[in-house]
T-cell receptor
């Protein structure tokens, strides 16, 4: 078990470009979450998957954001037409519905800088 | 609505001195409370958690926290800090509405001075 893996660790992009991040959860975890952490703030919930189904999206997730988890394993988060306000740390977490509140594990995050 | 408030944005403290990082929460249901630490450009590392039972919770790296229901607080303490404890500390509430998700405070930056 290598934990929750996120790639890339850092991404610098020009305003207006599209970016995609990947999250590989712990293999037996069926739930996957994305959070966003802007400078000076705590992480905020963005979206949640159970297996391949996206069951909840925060109002923070604008139309330019899309997340997928095609086979119920890894997940991608895409941001289209990036804006400077998208600069943040994007954190992925996973858990198992069998474990309830236990086993919720965060990845190391992808830091996005939009210039 | 549920919320978490961290009262201090920054706490400077000298090495080997004690420290307390304050956290207050608001919730009308049973609470699960956590403290996470984040080093620069790193993800979140779990320090300790309160789920039920004893109100004094011990965590890693010599940290402990006390759950106080009457004061709706979950303050983090360490009797003697080290330079390596310099980091951002987040208090968080785990909520349930179909799934579990966290509500984090805004963080407290602990700076340990030599």
């Amino acid at each position: 078990d290598t934990g929750v893996s996120q790639n890339p660790r850092h991404k610098i992009t020009k305003r207006g470009q599209n970016v995609t991040f990947r999250c590989d959860p712990i293999s037996e975890h069926n739930r996957l979450y994305w959070y966003r952490q802007t400078l000076g703030q705590g992480p905020e919930f963005l979206t949640y998957f159970q297996n391949e189904a996206q069951l909840e999206k925060s109002r923070l997730l604008s139309d330019r954001f899309s997340a997928e988890r095609p086979k119920g394993s890894f997940s991608t988060l895409e941001i289209q037409r990036t804006e400077q306000g998208d600069s943040a740390m994007y954190l992925c977490a996973s858990s198992s519905s069998k474990q309830g509140i236990y086993g919720y594990t965060f990845g190391s995050g992808t830091r996005l800088t939009v210039v | 609505a549920q919320s978490v408030t961290q009262l201090d944005s920054q706490v400077p403290v000298f090495e080997e001195a004690p420290v307390e990082l304050r956290c207050n929460y608001s919730s009308s249901v049973s609470v699960y409370l956590f403290w996470y630490v984040q080093y620069p450009n790193q993800g979140l590392q779990l320090l300790l958690k309160y789920l039920s039972g004893s109100t004094l919770v011990k965590g890693i790296n010599g940290f402990e926290a006390e759950f106080n229901k009457s004061q709706t607080s979950f303050h983090l303490r360490k009797p003697s800090v080290h330079i390596s404890d310099t980091a951002e500390y987040f208090c968080a509430l785990l909520t349930y509405s179909g799934t579990y998700k966290y509500i984090f405070g805004t963080g407290t930056r602990l700076k340990v001075l030599a």
